[in-house]
């Protein structure tokens, strides 16, 4: 949502949507950074916000605005921000969640994919939609971890199996949090 539909102007200058973007971007990386950080005990693995702010932010914000978001993220975290979950630098890409910060790049993206081709509109679709975008992140994470593993079993084992429970409920809740703001907006 640009800075002029915050304002409830409906014809914005350029400069304004430029803007608008800008700060949306920032405050998404922003909100990013701070979901490494909120951690919610769980067993067997503590489970994190990051992913349901990923799924979130490309839900409302669409494909070309998420993607900058969470790119934007990655170039913080990349370069020494200590924005990822234990810290930061251009080592962190190469470790076992590598995989997963590139697919939150890429969920971001389909997530605004299909958000953009009406699949807000509906709770069960956009559930289904922040699913499918959740799936992609696991594609990537999964993937990588089974390379720097060099074991795919114990990739799935440990970066997919325990997480099974905490992303039904945040998938579930950022459908229905983009959902809600779809129909309000």
Do not use: C
């Not at 800075?3 to 920032?26: D, H, I, Q, T």
């Amino acid at each position: 949502m640009t800075l002029g539909a915050w304002l409830g102007r409906e014809e914005v200058g350029a400069r304004e949507r430029v803007l608008g973007s800008v700060v949306s971007v920032l405050v998404g990386s922003a909100l990013l950074a701070l979901a490494t950080r909120v951690e919610i005990p769980f067993w067997p693995v503590p489970l994190n916000m990051q992913t349901f702010v990923v799924l979130t932010l490309g839900l409302i914000y669409g494909p070309a605005l998420g993607l900058a978001t969470v790119l934007t993220y990655i170039a913080e975290g990349l370069a020494g921000l200590p924005v990822f979950a234990h810290g930061g630098g251009p080592a962190y890409i190469a470790g076992p969640t590598g995989g997963y910060l590139i697919g939150f790049a890429a969920a971001a993206w389909t997530a605004g994919q299909l958000a953009h081709r009406g699949w807000l509109r509906n709770p069960v679709t956009a559930v289904a939609a922040a699913l499918i975008a959740n799936i992609v992140v696991y594609l990537f994470g999964v993937s990588w971890l089974a390379v720097v593993l060099g074991d795919a079993g114990k990739a799935v084992a440990v970066g997919l199996t325990p997480f099974l429970l905490g992303a039904a409920l945040k998938v579930t809740g950022a459908g229905l949090l983009a959902h809600a703001f779809d129909r309000w907006r």
